[in-house]
């Protein structure tokens, strides 16, 4: 993309802060949206507005032209995933529900696994623009089995519309999606945009807060707060984003800055992570109904935490198949959170919240997914820069070490050449303290969160119909 729209790679990154911005925004009035045109509507709507911009992008020819377009398809992507999660839950009874959220789940997590393979493999045998172009059959598909098999409900008793609330909180979501994106770029607080854009967002949530309190028409129904499992499985949504989905991020760099990977090689080594995943969604499924939804979030995370442990042992030259061990580990502990999560979060949730409830979901996840990559992005950041000043330090004639018979030549300190490739395995070296930083990070917060596990509650078994 940089090379087809001659552009540098800051103004690359505004296109990804573009698109998440207006999703996060369109996100938040899902709820109100399917209340006002109805679900099954604002989903074919929403099916057909992403694949004409997914196609719109694909064609752009400069940077704000794709921006504009990028935009428009994060818009129209919002309702998307809310509402098909919403639509599964209807449709199965509740006891059915582990393996209704094992079939949704596949593309929901899956794809996000996946997808850095096919893009890569796309970009590399034919064009970038072709990574836009694949999504318009999918986009068809769904849209015709929504108009075939998706019925709509009876529109329920409409809320006036929250303005000043809708305001306040799209403000939010999109200042600190903007603090997220923009961070590690400008600098964090050290930049002034930074700290407005901070500002601006506390300034925004803590009016939304103060207008739920105390208007009698909140733009989001306090109701759903008051469903303990809900409001835990916000919880561990959020965590989910942070402590799993950023791996999604740092496994590849440390594929292709450590081992050298060309990126379609990177994406391939990531592929088994993904059958993980599908296996971890299979299985979770399966033993919906057999096995306390808890032990298997339980056992998720222990994988995850797992796959971190092994991951954060590694060096430089660690073998393809010990990573490939790791990954499958990741991903089978993103499979078995996944689809009991979802369905213990909506164990004791009235149906007629369940709209709403999943767009919040799908809020938290998003968000815990953007600060958790902003977090270990700046980990590692940080880390390496004083790592590799720490290591600099000792490389000195007067450094004994430095001047032993059995040092390579070609790190000879008193020639230019050896400067510069010690330089580089000084680099190489803290980027590695770097990566494992981030994956012990990732380990830990996989073991503090299983004690919340044990705060949710069960229900007894939901009545035949009560799900329609």
Not at 172 to 188: I, K, N
Not at 326 to 338: E, H, L, P, Q, R
Not at 450 to 460: A, N, S
Request: proline share 4%; with cysteine.
């Amino acid at each position: 993309m940089q090379g087809g729209l001659s552009a540098n790679q800051d103004q690359v990154s505004w296109i990804m802060t573009t698109y998440f911005m207006m999703q996060a925004t369109t996100m938040a009035a899902t709820g109100w949206l399917a209340e006002k045109v109805g679900r099954k509507r604002l989903f074919i709507w929403s099916l057909i507005g992403f694949a004409g911009c997914s196609v719109l992008s694909g064609n752009a020819n400069s940077i704000p032209e794709i921006m504009f377009f990028r935009g428009l398809q994060g818009m129209f992507s919002a309702p998307v995933v809310p509402i098909s999660q919403a639509l599964m839950l209807d449709a199965y009874p509740r006891e059915r529900h582990g393996q209704a959220l094992a079939i949704w789940g596949t593309g929901v997590m899956f794809a996000p696994v996946m997808g850095p393979v096919l893009g890569g493999w796309l970009t590399e045998e034919f064009s970038w623009r072709w990574v836009f172009y694949v999504s318009m059959p999918f986009a068809i598909l769904g849209v015709v089995g929504a108009i075939f098999s998706v019925p709509e409900l009876p529109k329920e008793q409409e809320r006036s519309f929250n303005l000043f609330g809708f305001i306040c909180l799209a403000v939010a979501l999109t200042s600190l999606q903007f603090t997220l994106d923009r961070g590690e770029v400008e600098g964090w607080f050290n930049s002034n945009i930074v700290i407005i854009s901070t500002c601006v967002f506390g300034l925004s949530i803590y009016l939304f807060i103060v207008d739920s309190l105390t208007t009698d028409n909140p733009f989001i129904s306090l109701e759903i707060f008051k469903d303990r499992n809900l409001v835990l499985g916000l919880i561990f949504m959020f965590l989910l984003g942070f402590l799993v989905l950023s791996m999604n991020v740092i496994m590849p760099l440390f594929l292709q800055n450590l081992r050298e990977f060309p990126v379609l090689t990177a994406a391939m080594v990531m592929m088994p992570r993904g059958l993980g995943t599908l296996i971890g969604l299979v299985v979770a499924g399966r033993v919906a109904n057999l096995i306390d939804p808890r032990v298997t979030i339980i056992f998720g995370f222990l994988c995850v935490a797992y796959s971190a442990w092994l991951l954060s042992t590694f060096t430089t030259d660690v073998g393809l198949w010990q990573f490939i061990f790791a990954a499958i580990f990741n991903g089978i502990g993103i499979g078995t959170i996944w689809v009991p999560l979802t369905t213990v979060s909506f164990w004791t949730l009235p149906v007629n919240l369940r709209t709403e409830a999943s767009t919040l979901t799908s809020l938290l996840r998003n968000y815990g997914s953007g600060i958790g990559v902003s977090v270990v992005i700046s980990v590692l950041s940080r880390t390496q820069t004083k790592t590799h000043a720490y290591l600099a330090e000792n490389l000195t004639p007067y450094n004994e070490i430095m001047r032993d018979p059995w040092l390579p030549q070609q790190w000879n300190i008193f020639t230019q050449e050896g400067l510069n490739l010690l330089d580089l395995e000084v680099n190489r070296q803290a980027m590695l303290i770097g990566f494992l930083n981030d994956f012990n990070l990732i380990m830990v917060g996989a073991l503090i969160s299983i004690p919340l596990v044990f705060l949710m509650v069960r229900t007894k078994k939901e009545e035949p119909g009560r799900h329609k």
